[in-house]
Structures are given as structure tokens and as C-alpha cells.
């Protein structure tokens, strides 16, 4: 999640046990800074992308380092490749882009969310799986109904593999089996088509 924080400014705790600088991993002995739990010379709390000090009062914070307000603008921030304003929060990232979590939707009728589902990719929108057999998926030449898994390839058409059968006597026609077809293109198994 990214984040504003803030920064806090102190001398070194008075401890038996000397603290360290999460930057340079020496003893703090004079000025201290503590910023996303850790202790810092002021010197060293330095942006995670440029490598610059960071002097302001307020800073980000991406993958628990501290980050300049300049590079998360050009860097880091993520906009939402729905409505182009900035995530914050609950951020999704699919097909190369980043969303909020809510504008991941099925391009389809439906409009349900998709964060966390199974979806597919057209024309670079997201689709889930039913509204993607229904708009996209080929047609079976037999039931008519969306092929999602393999399909054969008969009579220039394709078929579930169930659904290839003899028009006639309804037994389902092996991949290896000869047949042939009707003035309808329908198949017909070699013993009812003689």
C-alpha cells in the first residue's frame, strides 16, 4: 500500500543498547531520525528511487522504504487504468496495468468484479468466463452452445467431443472413426451413411 507518512525527529534513545542506522548500519550517537520503524541519521533517510535525501516533513513509503514525493509522482504512484485517477489502496494488477479494485470488471454484460477470479483477455479489456464463452468462444456445430475446453474440428465446423455423433442412430463418432456427412453437413458413423 502507498502511503503519506511523516517524520519524527529526536535525539538517541538513552539505552544500554546502542541504536543503529538502518542506512549506513553504524551507531546513531547525535541526531536521530525514526521514520517507518526504523532509526535513521538524517543524512542517510534517502529516497529509495533517486538516492536523494529526503528534507520534508512528509514522505511515501513503497515496499518499506521511504520514497521522495517527486519520484512517487513520476515513478511510483499507479493510476487506474479505468477512470485514470490515482490508487492508493486495494490495488489490482492485471493484463500490464493497475486498477482499483472495484474498476477490475467483466468487459461484458455482466459488470461483475474481477479481482481474485478466473477472467480472460479481448481486445484488451478482462472478461470472466461466462460472459467470454458467451461473446467470444466458438459455437459447437451440433448444440450450439460455447466451447471453453478442446473441440474437434469436422465438417468445417467445431464440436464438443460429446456432440459429434450419427444423425441417424445418435452413437457418438470417434475421433479415429470414419463418417461422412449429410446434405446438412451433419455427420453420419460409416454404418448408417452407406
Same mark, same amino acid.
Given at each position: 500500500?502507498?502511503?503519506?507518512?511523516?517524520?519524527?525527529? @529526536?535525539?538517541?534513545?538513552?539505552? !544500554?543498547?546502542?541504536?543503529?542506522?538502518?542506512?549506513?548500519?553504524?551507531?546513531?550517537?547525535?541526531?536521530?531520525?525514526?521514520?517507518?520503524?526504523?532509526?535513521?541519521?538524517?543524512?542517510?533517510?534517502?529516497?529509495?528511487?533517486?538516492?536523494?535525501?529526503?528534507?520534508?516533513?512528509?514522505?511515501?513509503?513503497?515496499?518499506?522504504?521511504? =520514497?521522495?514525493?517527486?519520484?512517487?509522482?513520476?515513478?511510483?504512484?499507479?493510476?487506474?487504468?479505468?477512470?485514470?485517477?490515482? =490508487?492508493?489502496?486495494?490495488? =489490482?494488477?492485471?493484463?500490464?496495468?493497475?486498477?482499483?479494485?472495484?474498476?477490475?470488471?467483466? @468487459?461484458?454484460?455482466?459488470?461483475?468484479?474481477?479481482?481474485?477470479? !478466473?477472467?480472460? *483477455?479481448?481486445?484488451?479489456?478482462?472478461?470472466?468466463?461466462?460472459?467470454?464463452?458467451?461473446?467470444?468462444?466458438?459455437?459447437?456445430? @451440433?448444440?450450439?452452445?460455447?466451447?471453453? *475446453?478442446?473441440?474437434?474440428?469436422?465438417?468445417?465446423?467445431?464440436?464438443?467431443?460429446?456432440?459429434?455423433?450419427?444423425?441417424?442412430?445418435?452413437?457418438?463418432?470417434?475421433?479415429?472413426?470414419?463418417?461422412?456427412?449429410?446434405?446438412?453437413?451433419?455427420?453420419?458413423?460409416?454404418?448408417?451413411?452407406?
Amino acid at each position: 500500500m502507498l502511503q503519506t507518512k511523516e517524520l519524527s525527529f @529526536g535525539p538517541p534513545q538513552n539505552s !544500554t543498547q546502542a541504536t543503529s542506522c538502518f542506512g549506513c548500519k553504524e551507531e546513531i550517537k547525535d541526531k536521530m531520525l525514526e521514520a517507518l520503524g526504523k532509526s535513521w541519521h538524517p543524512e542517510h533517510f534517502t529516497c529509495k528511487e533517486c538516492k536523494k535525501r529526503i528534507a520534508e516533513n512528509k514522505f511515501h513509503e513503497s515496499e518499506g522504504l521511504p =520514497v521522495c514525493g517527486k519520484c512517487f509522482e513520476s515513478k511510483i504512484q499507479a493510476i487506474c487504468a479505468a477512470c485514470r485517477k490515482l =490508487v492508493t489502496e486495494k490495488v =489490482v494488477k492485471a493484463m500490464g496495468k493497475t486498477w482499483h479494485q472495484d474498476h477490475f470488471i467483466c @468487459g461484458g454484460p455482466c459488470k461483475q468484479q474481477l479481482s481474485g477470479k !478466473t477472467f480472460f *483477455e479481448r481486445n484488451g479489456k478482462p472478461y470472466c468466463t461466462a460472459d467470454y464463452e458467451r461473446l467470444y468462444a466458438p459455437k459447437c456445430a @451440433g448444440c450450439k452452445k460455447p466451447i471453453a *475446453e478442446k473441440a474437434l474440428s469436422a465438417l468445417e465446423g467445431k464440436w464438443h467431443k460429446e456432440c459429434f455423433k450419427c444423425k441417424l442412430c445418435k452413437e457418438p463418432i470417434g475421433v479415429d472413426a470414419k463418417f461422412r456427412a449429410d446434405k446438412d453437413k451433419q455427420p453420419m458413423c460409416e454404418k448408417c451413411g452407406i
